[in-house]
């Protein structure tokens, strides 16, 4: 395999995903996600940056008196990139599945296939080829898209920071990986069946099962190995004493304050360690059916990288990273993501799989 | 010749009382007292119980008694219980006991005072001493004022005059007592009220040491008379306000009454006016009291702007036919302290990165003279820097300004926005704050950058579609 006919075959690939019909399709999906994720996320920053200007401003006065222990959250435009993940993780499988369910298939029907093994060129430069157009081809979707929303932000005055500049690289990177790895799984599909609505159907059916069935058949087992959910202690509430020996008086009219019965401490205690002990149990188990779930790890990741301090929370729902809200003391982007390595890992395997299968049917199918 | 007329004397004596002589010859009267000497304080009354004894015929007998040193001018008495006598009959053979008092006056000395008592024939001999003397001491004089209907009199004027001439004056309490110390004497007690018909208590003896109590003194309400008094007649109020007066209007008189309202000695330019209430603005210009009721009115003082600080007297005045009521009320204007702040603007831009720069004017614009140490200061939101010039002004006096230079520099990393900015200028006399809004934008090379992105986006776009598009 040389790395120039290979280039030769991704370039055409490229070129052909690029000028087709779908390609602008997808572009334009790919644009209104985009612009959607804009919208919502604008609107979360204007708000944010109200909040901001108050919150600045009393801590101003508070510092009259002395140090107010805690700062506001900055504004961040990574609330535009945290929108347009949730709409890239809902709909950007299935562009990816349309741009790769019939690239190999559709070769076959045509029989170019053949003719295409006739000319100089090896099987593995061909399928890998395809690969490289393809996902150059969602990079350059992907890629497009998030220059348009960085343009228009700047239109806004919304300028990002050099963090935040790594921050949506990184994001970039991370929604195409995720886009590759249904279009690896789509070319799979396509190497391994006859027909491109085959692979398409077979390739959706993997797809939903990714998405929909690990994740509740995650949940399931998560549910039977950690057992109920322990009961919070029953004390804690509010008792309205009455006052007044008669009848009358206790119906409303000598009512003393709600007083509020102490809780037992122990037992509270107690409770949240049991809590913490199920949440952990369940939480093994769901990331482990997780993994396999592409979506779920996009949305892990996508969350660490737009918004570390909601990803730190859903890590572990005991800690109290709310309670404590000092800027200097949240977690960064690059502290969450150390808590999704796996995740991260996962996004690059599972493709990989796909692709080494694609590989590996391709290289062993029987042309005729 | 000395012999020959004591001779003469003593015929002609004989000659002119054989009545006497007969009756000395005849009469044998006895007197005995248990306790002939007594021991008592200045004051008070030495009472001598006498038993005289007729041994002769039943005849009648002059009580006589002399005293000696300061005693001769004390008060002494024969009483038969409650009865002060001079004369006794007794019945021959008979007795009869008679009360000798000697009344000692408060400042007498401490001593021993002998009384002779002389009854028929007989002479004895009494004694007091004075063991303590109250010489200085005052005496008591009480009494309580009532008036016609019983109900007691407060604050009645009571006066002590020995002749013309105050001694003492004190006012009834809330249940119309009063109970006034003057030194030993004859005085004229004279008890007054507004509204009251005076009355006077003649040739009152004060004793020292003793309580004279005059008992209820009742007085005549006048037919018409009121109390017409400011709560507080004089007041302190600022130049540029408009003080008010509250004045009770009490109809103290048997009589329901109508007054007329007005003021006098208002100066020049002022305007005054009666008013219901407080807040009110309706003016009143007569006002009519039933008997024994009372209201309450309003003097409200309108000084002409630019009045001068000083003080100045005003006679509130309530006329009745019956009479005329005055109230005089001082009111001292003084000056108030005021600053104001002004600025051109109250909203400034910057670009992110930039600085705001702005002029902030103080005024002094009270009537009480300067302000001093007069320092600005800046409130804005954490991370931002400012410099203001000067720093601080040590005085500004009434009607000067003066310029404060503020610059305003907002964090490098600030997020684009509008922000509060307060500005509070301090004096030791009082402080003002104003409010301004800093806008901070994005340089504007970024908006053309997103443009020129946005361009170079589609730019791509049609450069790709145009080398490898169908043909």
Redesign the interface.
């Known amino acids: 395999m040389t790395a120039g006919r290979l280039l030769t075959v991704a370039r055409k690939e490229f070129?052909d995903h690029?000028?087709s019909r779908r390609f602008v399709i997808i572009l334009a999906l790919f644009l209104a996600i985009s612009a959607a994720g804009m919208h919502q996320g604008i609107d979360m920053y204007e708000m944010s940056?109200?909040s901001?200007?108050e919150q600045?401003?009393i801590?101003?006065?508070i510092?009259?008196h002395g140090d107010p222990g805690w700062?506001p959250e900055?504004?961040t435009v990574m609330y535009v990139f945290m929108y347009m993940a949730v709409y890239i993780s809902a709909f950007g499988a299935v562009l990816a599945i349309a741009m790769g369910f019939d690239l190999v298939s559709k070769e076959k029907e045509s029989r170019s296939l053949k003719s295409l093994l006739s000319h100089p060129v090896f099987r593995d430069e061909i399928i890998n080829g395809k690969a490289l157009g393809g996902i150059a081809a969602l990079g350059f979707a992907m890629g497009?898209s998030i220059?348009?929303s960085?343009?228009?932000?700047?239109?806004?005055?919304?300028?990002p920071?050099i963090a935040e500049l790594g921050s949506i690289l990184l994001y970039g990177i991370v929604s195409t990986l995720f886009l590759i790895t249904f279009f690896a799984l789509a070319l799979m599909m396509s190497t391994v069946s006859k027909e491109s609505g085959n692979a398409l159907i077979y390739t959706l059916i993997i797809f939903f099962a990714l998405t929909t069935l690990m994740p509740m058949v995650g949940s399931i087992a998560a549910d039977t190995v950690a057992g109920e959910q322990p009961e919070p202690p029953s004390v804690a509430r509010m008792e309205v004493v009455y006052t007044g020996s008669s009848s009358a008086e206790a119906e409303g009219k000598e009512i003393a304050a709600p007083v509020p019965i102490r809780m037992n401490e122990d037992e509270w205690e107690r409770y949240q360690d049991e809590m913490q002990a199920y949440w952990e149990k369940r939480k093994v188990v769901t990331d482990l059916t997780n993994l396999i779930s592409p979506q779920a790890n996009y949305q892990t990741i996508s969350t660490a990288i737009t918004n570390p301090r909601m990803a730190a929370l859903m890590a572990n729902p005991f800690t109290s990273v709310q309670s404590a809200p000092d800027a200097d003391e949240a977690p960064g982007m690059l502290d969450a993501l150390a808590t999704v390595w796996m995740n991260l890992a996962a996004l690059i395997v599972v493709p990989s799989v796909f692709f080494a299968a694609a590989y590996a049917a391709f290289m062993r199918m029987d042309i005729r | 010749m000395r012999q020959r007329l004591l001779l003469t004397i003593v015929f002609c004596t004989l000659l002119l009382c054989p009545t006497a002589l007969a009756q000395d010859l005849e009469k044998r009267i006895e007197v005995f007292c248990d306790f002939p000497g007594q021991r008592i304080e200045a004051g008070d009354i030495a009472s001598f119980d006498l038993l005289v004894i007729n041994h002769g015929s039943t005849a009648t007998y002059h009580l006589l008694s002399w005293g000696y040193r300061d005693g001769r001018n004390w008060d002494v008495a024969f009483m038969d219980g409650a009865t002060e006598v001079d004369r006794i009959m007794i019945p021959g053979g008979g007795s009869k006991t008679v009360t000798f008092l000697v009344d000692t006056p408060g400042d007498a000395d401490i001593g021993e005072y002998g009384f002779r008592i002389g009854i028929g024939d007989e002479r004895v001999w009494v004694y007091t001493t004075i063991t303590k003397s109250h010489r200085g001491e005052k005496g008591t004089l009480d009494l309580i004022v009532v008036d016609k209907e019983g109900d007691v009199v407060r604050g009645a004027t009571v006066g002590v005059y020995a002749g013309a001439t105050l001694v003492e004056q004190m006012m009834t309490t809330a249940e119309g007592r009063v109970s006034i110390e003057v030194p030993k004497g004859t005085y004229t007690c004279r008890i007054e009220k507004p509204g009251y018909k005076t009355r006077e208590e003649k040739d009152v003896d004060v004793r020292i040491g003793r309580k004279t109590d005059l008992g209820i003194m009742p007085l005549e309400r006048e037919m018409f008379y009121a109390e017409f008094q400011a709560r507080s007649p004089s007041r302190i109020t600022m130049v540029g306000s408009n003080p008010v007066f509250e004045i009770r209007m009490k109809n103290i008189g048997r009589s329901d009454d109508t007054y007329a309202l007005s003021v006098s000695g208002l100066p020049e330019g002022w305007y005054a006016r009666y008013k219901e209430s407080a807040s009110g603005v309706e003016e009143v210009s007569e006002l009519f009291v039933p008997a024994g009721e009372e209201k309450t009115l309003y003097l409200e003082f309108l000084p002409p702007y630019g009045v001068e600080i000083g003080e100045y007297v005003v006679t509130a005045v309530a006329g009745s036919p019956a009479r005329i009521y005055e109230e005089t009320l001082t009111l001292r204007m003084r000056g108030s302290h005021d600053m104001r702040l002004s600025s051109r603007g109250y909203r400034y831009e910057t670009t992110r990165g930039g600085t705001v720069s702005f002029e902030v004017t103080v005024a002094n614009t009270g009537t009480a003279g300067a302000l001093t140490n007069i320092v600005p200061e800046i409130s804005a939101p954490e991370g931002w820097t400012a410099n203001i010039d000067p720093e601080s002004i040590a005085s500004l006096d009434a009607g000067d300004r003066r310029t404060v230079a503020i610059t305003v520099a907002p964090p490098g990393d600030i997020v684009a926005g509008e922000y509060k900015l307060g500005v509070k200028v301090t004096s030791d006399q009082l402080e003002r704050e104003d409010e301004f809004r800093i806008l901070i934008k994005e340089r504007s090379f970024i908006a053309l950058f997103g443009l020129l992105l946005l361009a170079a986006v589609f730019a791509g776009l049609w450069y790709v579609y145009r080398n490898y598009g169908r043909r």
Request: proline residues 3%; aromatic residues 6%.
């Open positions: 070129v690029v000028t940056l109200q901001y200007n600045m401003q801590i101003s006065e510092e009259v700062m900055k504004p497009l220059l348009v960085l343009a228009l932000l700047l239109l806004f005055s919304i300028v920071t």
